[in-house]
């Protein structure tokens, strides 16, 4: 399925969907297939614009899963979809092979983690599906990423991360319409680094292409919130999507589809006016 955006009339809303056992919210709750498949229909019912579909859990000191096991995982469920469906799946993934499989069997496009930094052939494999690619931000990986973190300069290092994995795009012709980035909200940030990324993502945003962020139910919230756990964020989350919408993010990966579907209207809304009104 071919997938473009439209970035002028909408927010894209990203269902999440972990095919995994240890995800930081829902981790276990769509490992199996057929409960993969419904909770897939219920995200699309609910106003999902785009289904990304993980089988490796990327959380805080998180271990990579063998690729054969997040074939298992993800493959079937993507199969089955694709043919069910007409909203674009998204593979969630660093691995080429997995990209691949999930191109393969009716996935739209890539959401890698690494920005095209962990497995050198998954540009190739961009490249030669003609396949949109998200290229995120992330400093070490997900099972020392969170310790200690540092930067001397956090926005102009993202803006950097970025800036070289979309020369590593271009290097293999990519088009600069497939290439979506992200700033890797809680991958290798802090609390006060997470905040910092959204009040600033006006500056991301002049790299020229669209921006996806994943704030949902994320821990920087749950701490703000007095340590509340994933399951009484969600307040928190729609408040950091609706700024991140108003500061520029074309694409929120959420968990909660149908309470963010109508912050992202709103948030839309006003950010439009915000051009009309000249202020």
Not at 127 to 133: E, K
Not at 135 to 146: D, E, F, L, V
Not at 175 to 201: C, Q, R, W, Y
């Amino acid at each position: 399925m071919s997938f473009s955006l439209n970035l002028k009339e909408k927010v894209y809303i990203m269902g999440v969907l972990n095919v995994t056992p240890d995800s930081f919210s829902d981790g276990g709750l769509y490992l199996d297939k057929e409960r993969a498949i419904d909770h897939a229909f219920k995200l699309i019912d609910e106003g999902a614009d785009i289904i990304d579909i993980g089988g490796e859990s990327s959380r805080p000191g998180s271990e990579p899963v063998p690729l054969e096991e997040e074939i298992r995982r993800t493959i079937p469920v993507i199969s089955y979809l694709s043919k069910k469906i007409k909203v674009p799946i998204s593979i969630d993934t660093y691995k080429a092979e997995v990209a691949k499989r999930a191109l393969d069997a009716g996935a739209s496009m890539v959401n890698d983690i690494s920005g095209l930094r962990y497995d050198p052939e998954m540009v190739k494999i961009i490249a030669n599906y003609n396949a949109p690619i998200i290229i995120m931000h992330i400093k070490g990986n997900p099972s020392t990423m969170q310790i200690n973190p540092t930067y001397e300069a956090l926005i102009p290092e993202i803006i950097e991360y970025l800036r070289q994995s979309i020369s590593i795009c271009k290097e293999y012709s990519i088009s600069e319409s497939n290439i979506i980035v992200d700033p890797g909200i809680g991958f290798g940030k802090t609390v006060e680094h997470n905040l910092e990324i959204i009040a600033n993502l006006k500056e991301i945003l002049k790299l020229g292409y669209p921006i996806a962020i994943g704030v949902s139910r994320k821990s920087f919230i749950g701490k703000i919130l007095n340590d509340a756990p994933p399951s009484q964020r969600l307040e928190g989350t729609a408040a950091a999507v609706a700024i991140s919408i108003f500061n520029g993010a074309n694409i929120v990966r959420v968990h909660d589809v149908a309470e963010m579907s109508k912050v992202a209207k709103v948030a839309f809304a006003i950010k439009q006016n915000q051009y009309k009104s000249g202020f």
